[in-house]
């Protein structure tokens, strides 16, 4: 009996160093030590042994099953080791290499203007809406004083869908829109996209930006009007900043003007920036006509109110002192990663 379990260890010893993976030892373990296994074999045949030799021959059984199963477990080990050591050589990484560089993007410089504008008029009480880019010729012109055959259609060529729809040529559109809806006071601006059948060149493009504003009130006079767009143009190009208003026309509203503001670059004494003439034109205004109050629904006896219309791309050009519109649009990033 001790040879046969001397024969049993040794087979035993022999395929566990044979065994080339952790599935191979499972499957030797099986074979000696499972329920059908060799060394179980012997086990069973203990009924012909006889009863004074047993308990010997018992305990060499058990100690052939601990020294291979302490084979297994320790080749176990082994196998389990050299697997993680090939893992992590596999998995190793080289912290010496440099990282790859993450580009963050910026704002562009009409967005960085237009929530400069933004927030300004954000701090006087007003709200930011916005209107169709593709839009009625009824908001676009009709309800703005500008029927069918008007001359100042000519100075806004736009572009037709049909003869009813346009691609807006201007902001105010969005004026008629809030006034529609009826609720009053309003004291909003718009800003958005326009589009003018216009060539481009160093001031034109045919597709930029306005922002428009709009306050309607009881009382509102041609005094709010100025101290808003003097205080605009204080917080905007400093607070030295001096507003001057000149007569204009725009058939919406009446009396209307444009604004310039004393040249930042100069105070005002004149230089290459502002011409020589020591002021800057920067936007178109107004008391809102009565007829276009009365269009949208409102009582013009009741309320009056003044509005104003920005280039967002004019601001971006003062601010930055660029001399050609189309920089703004050509995305050459040697230009947009000095903002
Ligand atoms: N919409 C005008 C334009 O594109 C600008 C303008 C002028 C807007 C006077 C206004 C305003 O709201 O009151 O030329």
């Given amino acids: 009996m001790k040879e046969k379990l001397e024969q049993i260890k040794a087979k035993a010893i022999r395929e566990i160093e044979n065994s080339d993976g952790l599935g191979k030892l499972n499957e030797v373990r099986v074979a000696f030590l499972g329920k059908k296994g060799e060394l179980t074999a012997v086990l069973k045949s203990m009924k012909e042994v006889l009863p004074e030799e047993r308990p010997l021959v018992g305990q060499l059984v058990n100690e052939t099953r601990a020294s291979i199963e302490a084979l297994i477990e320790s080749t176990k080990a082994k196998m389990e080791a050299a697997e993680r050591e090939l893992k992590l050589k596999e998995?190793?990484?080289?912290?010496?290499?440099?990282?790859?560089?993450?580009?963050?993007?910026?704002?562009?410089?009409?967005?960085?203007?237009?929530?400069?504008?933004?927030?300004?008029?954000?701090?006087?009480?007003?709200?930011v809406v916005e209107g169709p880019e593709v839009e009625y010729d009824y908001y676009n012109f009709e309800a703005?004083?500008?029927?069918?055959?008007h001359p100042a259609r000519d100075e806004q060529d736009s572009f037709y869908i049909n003869d009813k729809i346009v691609l807006r040529t201007q902001t105010s559109p969005v004026q008629v829109r809030v006034m529609e809806q009826g609720k009053l006071p309003i004291r909003m601006i718009a800003p958005g996209r326009v589009f003018r059948s216009d060539?481009?060149?160093?001031?034109?493009?045919?597709?930029?930006?306005?922002?428009?504003?709009?306050?309607?009130?009881?009382n509102i006079t041609f005094a709010d009007l100025k101290g808003t767009l003097a205080e605009f143009a204080r917080q905007l190009f400093g607070e030295d900043t001096k507003v001057k208003f000149r007569p204009h026309h725009f058939p919406f509203t009446e009396p209307s003007a444009e604004v310039d503001v004393s040249c930042f670059k100069c105070g005002g004494t004149g230089c290459r920036f502002c011409k020589g003439s020591g002021w800057i034109e920067i936007l178109g205004c107004g008391m809102v006509h009565p007829h276009v109050l009365e269009m949208s629904g409102i009582n013009p006896e009741e309320y009056t109110g003044f509005a104003f219309g920005v280039g967002l791309e004019r601001i971006a050009l003062l601010k930055y002192e660029i001399d050609d519109m189309r920089l703004l649009y050509e995305n050459d990033l040697r230009f947009l990663r000095q903002f």
Wanted: overall charge negative; proline content about 6%.
């Fill in 144 to 149: 703005l004083n500008i029927p069918a055959n």
């Fill in 199 to 218: 060539e481009v060149d160093a001031t034109h493009s045919p597709s930029f930006h306005q922002i428009e504003g709009l306050v309607i009130d009881k």
């Fill in 91 to 127: 998995e190793v990484i080289d912290v010496t290499l440099p990282a790859k560089k993450i580009q963050v993007g910026h704002s562009h410089p009409n967005t960085i203007a237009l929530e400069e504008v933004e927030r300004i008029f954000i701090g006087m009480g007003y709200e």
